[in-house]
């Protein structure tokens, strides 16, 4: 979906390197979510922001933080890279005024741990 | 949290219509039941959503019967680009940051 823009969309990088991954939206919704998805796996919660002043934790949250810089913005950073870290990463977004709670994605970022 | 339970793999040919039947047997009162399409490399992609009976837009039909502890989706006439992996999801208001994804029903489309 373009209206959730993940920079990189590609990220080769070290052994105990610090990253960052960068999550914008022109949706205008407050949620916004992190996922990792392994080869064959499906999507694993990192960590969810409800709002602008809220961060919580998901499935999977060690080894990794989270920044909600805006409304419209939520990065996601691997302080110390590990290769057990290679993975697709996904962001993604919902409305918190429908009851459903759809998510609209991201295209990922694909990042590689040497 | 209502986890569901979808075949791992499907078969079809293009033309044909294909149901992927889904099970929530621990569905809650509030939960949707939600259906996400992915393609390789790409973020799933929101196909329907519904709370009970049945559901149709222009992609997809999603039937729900009356116990709700399970749900069909139903995609008419597909062609080789439904080729795809297929999540169903079950979620609410109060337990939507847990929705599971899980592997999903890879489908399969053929010539």
């Known amino acids: 979906d373009a209206d959730v823009t993940q920079t990189p969309r590609n990220r080769i990088t070290k052994t105990g390197k610090r990253i960052m991954l960068e999550c914008s939206q022109t949706k205008g919704h407050d949620r916004m979510y992190w996922y990792r998805q392994d080869p064959g796996l499906g999507l694993r919660l990192i960590y969810y922001?409800?709002?602008?002043?809220?961060?919580n934790k998901g499935e999977i949250s060690d080894g990794y933080s989270v920044s909600r810089q805006a409304q419209a913005k939520f990065s996601l950073s691997l302080e110390s890279a590990i290769p057990n870290q290679t993975a697709l990463y996904f962001c993604a977004t919902s409305d918190d005024r429908a009851e459903g709670n759809i998510q609209y994605f991201g295209a990922g970022t694909r990042l590689s741990v040497l | 949290l209502a986890k569901t339970t979808q075949p791992i793999s499907m078969d079809s040919y293009e033309g044909q219509e294909v149901n992927i039947t889904c099970s929530h047997n621990n569905i809650a009162t509030n939960d949707y039941i939600t259906w996400y399409q992915q393609f390789p490399s790409q973020g799933p992609r929101f196909i329907i959503q519904?709370?009970?009976t049945k559901v149709t837009n222009e992609v997809a039909s999603l039937f729900i019967p009356a116990d709700r502890k399970s749900s069909t989706l139903s995609l008419p006439r597909v062609s080789l680009s439904d080729t795809a992996v297929y999540y169903c999801?079950?979620?609410?208001?109060?337990?939507?940051?847990?929705?599971?994804f899980g592997s999903g029903t890879k489908l399969n489309v053929k010539p």
């Open positions: 519904g709370y009970k």
């Open positions: 922001s409800f709002d602008v002043k809220d961060i």
């Open positions: 999801l079950v979620g609410g208001p109060g337990n939507f940051n847990k929705f599971y």
